[in-house]
């Protein structure tokens, strides 16, 4: 009686970047269902409702304008400085919501993850993507600020929506970081208001980016978010080109990314033990 060998198939392993695509792509119909619910959960019994996405960019520049355009003299690359701050205003406020969302998403959401299997990534993703309602009704709101000033945007403007990818992107990136430090370090929820507004400081948001010499753009590009809000100013409103400062932010997201998601998939295995 003749016996066939054991024979086994030896396959490499796709790295977790790739895996974690691949199951996002599958579970794309959750992570809709994620995001749907965030939104319904943020405008649900609130008296302002939408409006709040509306008020809050104009009330923010109304306030940078009062204080850094009017009495503290700040440049405004030729641009009225309300339109100026708005037009960064805009993209901010959309990172700024985002990764505060996100950051928290992991211990929010700590009763969904003990009950069922999903991709633990797709709750930081659904926290960063629902913010966007909230970015199209305050670029409605910069539209029609835009044309009360007369400023209608050039060719430029077609590389609004690659910007708005890499705000994204950079959302995605700083979230994964922070959603994993805040479930194993519960402190970590306390410093990210804090580390939020050093970062609206570090970013040109109430001033040009050419206030920085020459020489230290580059390295003023390794905090992504001053090549979107520079580049959203000059695909909207025109002005200097953030040029080499969105190519370091690209890399630097990238980089960044890919680290955040290698460090949450080392821990996203420990996640209900740590809640």
Known sequence: MSHQPNTRRLQARRSFEWRTLRDVWRYRELLFFFVWRDVKVRYT???????????????TMGVFSVFF???????????????????????WTYFASAVTSGSQSIVAQ??????????????????????LVDFTIALAVLAVVMAGYGVMPGAAILWLPLLLALAIL????????????????????YVIPFAMQIWLFATPVAYPASLVPEPWRALYGVNPMAGVVEGFRWALVGGPSPGVMTLVAALVVC?????GLLYFGRVEGTFVDLL
Do not use: E, N
């Open 45 to 59: 019994q609130t008296t302002l409702g939408v409006a709040w996405a509306l008020v809050q960019p104009i009330v």
């Open 69 to 91: 355009g009017r009495l503290a003299g700040m440049p405004s690359d030729g641009v009225p400085y309300p339109l100026f701050s708005l037009c960064a205003l805009v993209p």
């Open 110 to 131: 700590q009763h969904v993850l003990s009950k069922v299997y999903f991709p633990r990534v797709l709750i930081p993703l659904a926290a960063v993507l629902s913010p």
């Open 170 to 189: 950079t959302a995605i990136a700083a979230s994964l970081w922070l959603a994993t430090l805040s479930a194993r370090y519960r402190d970590v929820r």
């Open 255 to 259: 980089l960044g990314g890919c680290g």
